[in-house]
Every structure is written in structure tokens, then in C-alpha cells.
Nanobody, 126 residues
Framework: QVQLVESGGGLVQAGGSLRLSCAASGRTFSSYAMGWFRQAPGKEREFVAAISRGGAHTSYTDSVKGRFTISRDNAKNTVYLQMNSLKPEDTAVYYC???????????????????WGQGTQVTVSS
């Protein structure tokens, strides 16, 4: 079992940056691939980025490529999402999630993730 706690959300102007963090409890963090998802008001939850268990492989949705970077520090049990050049359409609640899939793999499918955090609000003003 792993518990996830996101932090780092807030209000930022368009073009600004934020770094989200997701701290995991337990000693099995490196056994999980990690993902970030987001949900805007009135919209379905969507995939943002994922990183494999060892950190060597990453995946991004097209709308954030070149602007967002996912990374992890297994020694600190933490996954990060660096968000640059933010746009108003990035406004959403951002969730991190843990997925017990094989080494080297990532997933864009939310139903494959086993554990979820409570979310952190990101608001980008125009």
C-alpha cells in the first residue's frame, strides 16, 4: 500500500511556472511507475505525464510536450511535475498516481493506476 500527497499547486499568471510534488509513503515507491493526471471543471480526467519505475522512460500528452517535465527521486519517494509556459487551459486539479507495472513501462490509462493522491489545484490566469 502506498499513500500519495500532492503539493505545489497555486495561482499563476499565463507564461509562469509551477512545480508540483507528490510524496509517497512506504518503502516500495521504486516499485511503482508514476503518473500525473488532471481534471478541469466539467471535463473528464485526462493523462498528463508518466514516468517509469527507474525514471528512464517518460510519456507526455501532446498538449504539454516541451512545457512540462516529469521526474522522480526514488531516494526521497517523490515524483515531480515541472510546469513551464503555463496556459489558462492548464487550469485543473492535478493528481498523482502510482501504477504497479513492469520496470520500464509507463501507462496513460487512469484505470491501470492503483493508488491516487487527493489532488492539488492549479489555476492559470490570463
Amino acid at each position: 500500500q502506498v499513500q500519495l500527497v500532492e503539493s505545489g499547486g497555486g495561482l499563476v499568471q499565463a507564461g509562469g511556472s509551477l512545480r508540483l510534488s507528490c510524496a509517497a509513503s512506504g518503502r516500495t515507491f521504486s516499485s511503482y511507475a508514476m503518473g500525473w493526471f488532471r481534471q478541469a471543471p466539467g471535463k473528464e480526467r485526462e493523462f498528463v505525464a508518466a514516468i517509469s519505475r527507474g525514471g528512464a522512460h517518460t510519456s507526455y500528452t501532446d498538449s504539454v510536450k516541451g512545457r512540462f517535465t516529469i521526474s522522480r527521486d526514488n531516494a526521497k519517494n517523490t515524483v515531480y511535475l515541472q510546469m513551464n509556459s503555463l496556459k489558462p487551459e492548464d487550469t485543473a486539479v492535478y493528481y498523482c498516481a502510482a501504477d504497479s507495472i513492469p520496470m520500464g513501462a509507463t501507462s496513460r490509462k487512469d484505470y491501470e493506476y492503483d493508488h491516487w493522491g487527493q489532488g492539488t489545484q492549479v489555476t492559470v490566469s490570463s
